[in-house]
């Protein structure tokens, strides 16, 4: 596949750090790759699997080539299909997800180049399984919301996230790059209507070893601590077995530090 004449672009979809959550399909496109192009938040276990021979170009904007624009993206994927190259262009996750997917795509169809779109396992759904929890339930939550904690998030026109309208009893909102203004995001909740009591966890670094979570309830959100990034926020009343579970783990945790007082006794 590498260096045939007509170059095309994957758009691939990294999952959310796991490499046991990359696609069949995602995983097959990184052996034949001419070359990479990869986001920050693609995980070093990832970009691992990657062979060796292969040309990788980390494009994040943090980490990577530091000033790059969206545009340089666009024309160095371009440029590499141009070549005839196989281009995987990697992103975190599902590309459709908050990924800038539609300018690049705009981009490789104004100039003309082959492009497909390889889904992955977006981060708000490796957060609920990795908390055991259904983020729909016919019996609570009709509808999922997923939306950037950022107004500015995918629509660089909007100021102000209109909550209001996001916000239902019924709703599970998955909230990506919230920020660490909780106190902010809470008063914004309860102004918008949604109860003090419905659960809030905040999940850090998803299906990775380093993750880490933290459930709460939205009346108490400023007190959420500031996980390591990436972080996700779910928010709803679906949520509320996973908070049940950590209030039960943290009762054996503390029976458990209870025996330790009396056998030491
Ligand atoms: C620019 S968005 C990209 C989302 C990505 N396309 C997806 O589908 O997951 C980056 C945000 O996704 C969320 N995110 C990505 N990976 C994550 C992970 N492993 N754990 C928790 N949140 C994650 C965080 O909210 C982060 O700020």
Known sequence: ???????KVYLVGAGPGDPELLTVKARALLDRAGVVLHDDLVSAEIISLIPPQTEIVNVGKRSGLKKITQNEINERMIAFAKRGLQVVRLKSGDPAIFGRLAEETDALEAADILFEVVPGITAGIAAAASLRVSLTDRRSSSRVVIVSGHPSGENENQEKIDWKNLVTPESTL?????????????????AAGLAS????????????????????????MHKLPPLPAPAILLIGRSLERAHRRSSAENLSLALDEADLVISAK
């Open 174 to 190: 998955v909230i990506y790059m919230p920020g660490h203004d909780f106190s902010r995001l809470r008063e914004e909740f309860l």
């Open 1 to 7: 596949m590498k260096g045939s004449l007509t170059g």
């Open 197 to 220: 009591g419905v659960p809030a966890v905040l999940v850090s670094q998803a299906s990775t070893p380093r993750q880490q979570q933290y459930c709460t309830r939205v009346g108490e």
